[in-house]
T-cell receptor, first 110, second 113 residues
Framework: SQQGEEDPQALSIQEGENATMNCSYK?????LQWYRQNSGRGLVHLIL?????REKHSGRLRVTLDTSKKSSSLLITASRAADTASYFC??????????FGKGTRLHILP | NAGVTQTPKFQVLKTGQSMTLQCAQD?????MYWYRQDPGMGLRLIYY???????DKGEVPNGYNVSRLNKREFSLRLESAAPSQTSVYFC????????????FGNGTRLTVT
């Protein structure tokens, strides 16, 4: 089974609102990564947080990591129409595997 | 996506046929990965190569073989295609293992009838 599981599976919000997506995983990790995918194209890396970090920021993105709960969240602030996409978390374990979750489909309403 | 070239972009096979998906990179990265993406399933790791000369199984390796031909190229072979292998296949690369993100190609859309 896949390591990461995102929640919710789908999310629709008004433009300008904040969007929060969650990711849970099962085993110990070296780091956790978030990616975005537009319309079935290749994924684009957004942010990486290491297992000894608790929070990381990049522009309008904020990622948190709680290794005791084996969970992470991605917050997108002040959403825009261009943020409409699927978002995936991926966990990297000690054997260099990078395993993806099923993703959250985000739709920003005008 | 600059740096990772996947060929072909589209392919239709009949059950039992074989084919090789090609992935080539010009970024001099050590690690290369093959994923498949089915609707609603996210990406599943098929095989990966941490460095030239090494390959390892991922989550769903059955029905596939890989070859890390050199540092630039990592091919995925279907010896006897099955309808269950209908999917979009993505190749991804990264500089090295341990904490660097993946850079993806644009995918190969494969249909097996």
């Amino acid at each position: 089974s896949q390591q990461g599981e995102e929640d919710p599976q789908a999310l629709s919000i008004q433009e300008g609102e904040n969007a929060t997506m969650n990711c849970s995983y099962k085993t110990s990790i070296n780091n956790l990564q978030w990616y975005r995918q537009n319309s079935g194209r290749g994924l684009v890396h957004l942010i990486l947080i290491r297992s000894n970090e608790r929070e990381k920021h990049s522009g309008r993105l904020r990622v948190t990591l709680d290794t005791s709960k084996k969970s992470s969240s991605l917050l997108i602030t002040a959403s825009r129409a261009a943020d409409t996409a699927s978002y995936f978390c991926a966990t990297e374990s000690r054997d260099d595997k990078i395993i993806f979750g099923k993703g959250t489909r985000l739709h920003i309403l005008p | 996506n600059a740096g990772v070239t996947q060929t072909p972009k589209f392919q239709v096979l009949k059950t039992g046929q074989s084919m090789t998906l090609q992935c080539a990179q010009d970024m001099n990265h050590n690690s290369m990965y093959w994923y498949r993406q089915d609707p609603g399933m996210g990406l599943r790791l098929i095989y990966y190569s941490a460095s030239e000369g090494t390959t390892d199984k991922g989550e769903v390796p059955n029905g596939y073989n890989v070859s890390r031909l050199n540092k630039r190229e990592f091919s995925l072979r279907l010896e006897s295609a099955a309808p269950s292998q209908t999917s979009v296949y993505f190749c991804a690369i990264r500089p090295t293992t341990g904490g660097s993100p993946l850079h993806f190609g644009n995918g190969t859309r494969l249909t097996v009838t």
